[in-house]
């Protein structure tokens, strides 16, 4: 009978401790559900049903896509009525590339990403509209905008879609994204501790690069339309620009003797001073042209050499004593004058005329185009090339060839 009391009593023993801990475990995880079911976690960011407070939204280092097609952007701004259908896409790419910046910086898992492009859709129709309508109106009332000098005005348009785009940005971007935060467990109007907003990150990182690079496209596309206009007009209204004007006086003095059996008989005395007046130019219309080199950053003028435009030259008798013998013909006088001419024009050859005037017709040619030409960007340069410098070049590549 002691032997049986004795074994019965450890089991009681062990019933019983295994009984307290049982209990202990059920009041544990009994207050841990409770706690559980008062509270959810979305991705990280822990919501009390009870308070209501959600964590700020922490923004992540991302960069932005500047790729794109310039040219068709500009072909499609320029008219956009005309291509209503290309217009609406490109709000499209435009707003849709914006939101997907500001989503990578926000960090978004990749559902909420795919629900930032469904949530657009549903605003794009209204959205289109509304940009069509405020680009067309603002072309309308801008016509201060346009200048004589472009053709296309590429950069005037781009100029009115970034104030188009700009006003609209900021409510798309809320609009989004307080829903698609909401959804997602995030406070979207609590700021973080570096202060940036959805709103802010939309325009600085991806609104206004895209539209500087955009403009600076859009002027070198004016540029290349210009150019053409500037060619024609100055073909058909400068097609001789005089630069520099030479004014110089001379004589000569000629004594001829008429002279019968070998003795002077009869004497003649000829002195003939003269102005001369002589224009040294470019006539534009024999190699005048301005091309664009992109890769270079070059904007090339190509002229044709200098040369003497015009040459007037004034003769007056100063002396004239004529023998009683003449021997003084019409043909002299003509070459006396014509020897002056000449002599006029050596010295304008043997000087540096022609290198001043390469100087002048630069510094016109510069305040003309420098004002267009800085627009596309300080790293590109006018320079300037004649037309012996291009008989050079043809014949350095013609010897390259014959060499290959």
């Not at 049986?4 to 307290?20: Q, Y």
């Not at 016509?143 to 296309?152: E, F, G, P, R, V």
Request: charged letters at 30%.
């Amino acid at each position: 009978m002691a032997k049986k009391v004795n074994g019965i009593g450890p089991i009681i023993l062990v019933l019983t401790v295994l009984s307290l801990g049982g209990m202990i475990l059920y009041k544990t995880f009994k207050g841990a559900g409770k706690g559980l079911r008062n509270s959810r976690t979305t991705r990280g960011v822990t919501i009390d049903k009870k308070t209501g407070e959600k964590k700020p939204m922490t923004f992540i280092p991302a960069d932005f896509d500047l790729n794109m097609n310039e040219d068709q952007i500009i072909t499609i701004l320029k008219n956009p009525e005309k291509h209503p259908r290309e217009f609406s896409q490109l709000i499209k790419n435009i707003n849709i590339k914006v939101l997907k910046h500001v989503a990578n910086r926000m960090d978004l898992p990749k559902d909420l990403k795919k629900e930032v492009e469904k949530e657009y859709d549903v605003h794009h129709n209204y959205l289109k509209k509304l940009y069509l309508r405020d680009f067309a109106s603002l072309q309308d009332t801008s016509s201060n905008l346009y200048k004589i000098w472009y053709q296309d005005q590429a950069s005037s348009s781009v100029k009115l879609f970034n104030e188009v785009a700009s006003k609209y940005t900021c409510y798309l971007v809320d609009l989004i994204f307080s829903t698609v935060a909401k959804r997602g467990g995030y406070d979207f109007l609590k700021k973080n501790k570096n202060m940036e907003t959805p709103c802010g990150i939309a325009l600085e990182e991806a609104m206004y690069p895209m539209m500087d690079r955009l403009e600076r496209r859009a002027v070198i596309d004016d540029f290349s339309a210009s150019k053409g206009l500037l060619e024609e007009k100055v073909e058909e209204t400068i097609a001789e620009l005089a630069v520099m004007e030479v004014r110089d006086k001379k004589a000569i003095d000629k004594k001829l003797t008429t002279k019968f059996f070998g003795f002077g008989v009869s004497s003649t005395d000829v002195q003939i001073s003269a102005i001369s007046v002589l224009k040294v130019g470019f006539k534009l219309d024999r190699a005048f042209s301005v091309a664009l080199n992109t890769k270079r950053k070059e904007v090339v003028v190509t002229l044709p050499n200098p040369e003497i435009l015009s040459h007037e030259v004034y003769p007056r008798f100063d002396k004239l004593d004529i023998g009683w013998m003449k021997n003084l013909k019409k043909e002299d006088f003509n070459d006396y004058i014509n020897d002056l001419r000449e002599a006029f024009r050596q010295d304008a050859y043997n000087s540096k005329i022609f290198d001043k005037s390469k100087g002048q017709v630069e510094n016109l040619l510069r305040m003309i185009l420098e004002p267009v030409v800085a627009g596309m960007g300080n790293k590109y340069k006018i320079r300037f090339r004649y037309q012996k410098n291009l008989d050079d070049d043809l014949k350095r590549m013609k010897d390259k060839r014959r060499k290959s």
